[in-house]
Each structure stands twice: as structure tokens, then as C-alpha cells.
């Protein structure tokens, strides 16, 4: 069989299987170089023909399967479009230093009031959670809310106000 005929044989069998033209070729190619590898390593080729055949056989399947792992895998990170969700910095500057005047001035209050007031406010706790924690009634949770809602008050008065500026 002559090589342009083996080559449009191939390249035909590849195109029925879906390949696209380029990578038909790609494939075709690629056999006739293990070929002449395989015989230049001093190998005897009995059916060029066969050897192709199975060759580009081997490098259709080998191709089918890097594709299907190709379509599996996770888009490469840097192809990602990530959005950064935290806060700028000057707005966790601001945070840090409005927790800091909100600590600074519970120091007015016992620690158990100060302690109750943030489990409600920054742990998100219950009143009841609050209570059974330290073994307090609802009523006497509420009591350390209020006294540390009273000692705030001017605090939260005065970061309102820089916050309208």
C-alpha cells in the first residue's frame, strides 16, 4: 500500500470517529514517527500497515482519554474569576479600633456584665444560652444587658456621629 493512500486510510478512520481534521492528522503523524523510532532502535516492522493501524488506534484512545480527563478536571485556579468578600483594610482598622473603645469602656462594669454582653452580641447567644451558661435567670441576663447597653450608650452615640462624616 502506498504511504499517501495509508495516511488518507488512517486520517479517513479517525474523521469517522470524530476527530477533527488537525488532530487526525496530529495522530497520523505521530504514528508514522513511533514507526520509524521503533525502527531505527534496530526493531523489524513485518506489516507497516498493521503497525500504523494499531499505532494510531493506541493514540485515539490515549487522545480520548486525555480529553475526557481534561473536560473532568477543575478549571486551573489562575482561569478563576475570585471575588475578595473581606473588608478593606481600613474598614477592619476601623472595626478593631471601635471594639477597643467598646471593650475600653465595659471595664465600667463587672466582668460578668461585660462577659454576657458579648456572648449576645458577638457570639450571637440567646439570653436563655447566656443564663444556662452561668447558671442566671433571663431576668438577671437582662439586667447585665442593659447595664452594659447604659455604659455604651455614649460610646455608641459618639461612633455614630464619626461614622455620618
Known amino acids: 500500500m502506498k504511504v499517501l493512500e495509508q495516511i488518507r486510510r488512517l486520517t479517513a478512520r479517525l474523521r ?39 499505532t494510531v488506534h493506541n ?11 481534561r473536560a473532568a478536571a477543575p478549571e486551573p485556579i489562575e482561569d478563576l474569576d475570585l471575588v475578595d468578600s473581606s473588608p478593606p483594610a481600613d474598614e477592619v482598622v476601623a472595626a478593631e479600633e471601635c471594639l477597643r473603645r467598646v471593650r475600653h469602656a465595659l471595664t465600667a462594669v463587672s466582668a460578668r456584665t461585660s462577659d454576657v454582653f458579648f ?17 442566671l435567670s433571663i431576668s438577671a441576663v437582662e439586667k447585665h444587658i442593659a447595664k452594659a447597653m447604659a455604659v455604651l450608650g455614649p460610646i455608641m452615640h459618639e461612633l455614630y456621629k464619626e461614622l455620618q462624616r
Not at 120 to 134: C, D, P, T, V, W
Open 59 to 69: 493514540l485515539a484512545i490515549n487522545s480520548a482519554e486525555r480529553e475526557r480527563v
Open 16 to 54: 469517522r470517529q470524530g476527530k477533527t481534521p488537525e488532530d487526525a492528522e496530529d495522530l497520523v503523524q505521530e504514528a508514522f514517527l513511533r514507526m520509524a523510532i521503533y525502527c531505527e532502535e534496530g526493531n523489524e516492522v513485518r506489516s507497516p500497515s498493521a503497525f500504523l493501524a494499531r
Open 119 to 135: 456572648m449576645h452580641r458577638l457570639q450571637g447567644m440567646s439570653y436563655a444560652e447566656i443564663a444556662e451558661h452561668f447558671d
